[in-house]
């Protein structure tokens, strides 16, 4: 199935856009850390410089067989990468879903970004009819991402084991939301 699929997704504060490859030299200080990644399964790799290289490449293999992908999320004032957010098409114990996923450079947490570009990438797969479902797949212990995915009408599905982790399945439906007008 083939997916349009475009950045430029916009909101009062944020834009985005798609990572690329030179990305990574601001994404490893993501990975410096350890707070921010600790919910994340790195799959034995620790080198800061290497994830963020890995990570970015494995978006541009996303982009290019149209699985989606994260998009780098800009301030609009400063045009600063502080994070990245987008829909990913995963396979989860046989089932195709999209999902929404953000993660934040740390100093930029509490501040609302992720609540409010996670919706516009809700609003994206809907209004565009990519998809009539949304999922976030967030660990069992991660609830500032829980909390996000509340915030965006998502409700608690079933608990799943998923890439080595405990998993909620957080989902929200095109018709359970008000449309967009």
């Given at each position: ?28 200080n993501f990975f410096e850390d350890k707070e921010a990644i600790k919910y994340l399964n ?52 046989g089932e195709k879903m999209v999902e929404i996923g953000y993660h934040f450079m740390r ?75």
């Open positions: 199935m083939s997916y349009e699929y475009k950045d430029g997704i916009e909101t009062e504060r944020l834009i985005t856009r798609f990572l690329t490859l030179e990305d990574a030299e601001v994404w490893k790195l799959q034995g790799v620790v080198d800061p410089v290497q994830l963020a290289k890995n990570w970015m490449e494995r978006t541009q293999w996303r982009y290019s067989v149209n699985k989606l992908g994260f998009q780098a999320v800009l301030l609009k004032e400063t045009k600063e990468l502080i994070g990245i957010c987008g829909l990913l098409l995963q396979d989860v114990n100093k930029h947490w509490g501040k609302g970004y992720a609540t409010e570009i996670a919706a516009a990438f809700k609003n994206y797969a809907f209004n565009t009819n990519l998809t009539d479902k949304v999922v976030s797949l967030i660990n069992i212990h991660n609830t500032p991402s829980q909390r996000v995915a509340e915030r965006n009408d998502m409700t608690r599905g079933k608990q799943i084991w998923w890439f080595e982790q405990d998993i909620y399945v957080y989902e929200v439906k095109a018709s359970t939301i008000a449309p967009n007008v």
